[in-house]
């Protein structure tokens, strides 16, 4: 989720990748608040910075290096920055992502 200044989207700005599909919702002091949809799996990744995730709705596993997190409604998780993580899905899961 790290930009440049140059290179922070503004809300409303859509990103996807497999599995993938998330809106900026704002920029704090540059932290992202994106509101995420996932279907099915993404794909092993790390970010440059810290990432908190809130599951909205469904469930899944999210794999953070070696560990396992079954993750539904209410659950939140906090992935180190650099740390190489994936999602699986059970169906449609939508979250909460605040990072840099």
């Known amino acids: 989720?790290?930009?440049?200044p140059s290179e922070i989207p503004e809300a409303g700005t859509v990103?996807?990748?497999p599995g993938f599909r998330g809106t900026y919702l704002c920029i704090l002091n540059g932290v992202a608040v994106i509101e995420a949809v996932l279907?099915?799996?993404v794909p092993?990744?790390?970010a440059d910075g810290?990432?908190?995730?809130y599951?909205?709705?469904g469930t899944g596993v999210v794999r953070v290096g070696?560990?396992?997190h079954r993750l539904c409604a209410g659950d939140h998780l906090v992935i180190p920055k650099g740390?190489?993580?994936s999602v699986s899905c059970d169906g449609e899961c939508r979250a909460l992502l605040i990072g840099q």
Do not use: P
């Open 66 to 68: 070696d560990q396992e």
């Open 15 to 17: 990103v996807e990748m």
């Open 44 to 46: 092993a990744h790390a």
């Open 1 to 4: 989720m790290s930009a440049s």
């Open 83 to 85: 740390t190489m993580h």
């Open 50 to 53: 810290d990432e908190f995730v």
């Open 55 to 57: 599951v909205l709705s």
């Open 39 to 41: 279907t099915g799996s």
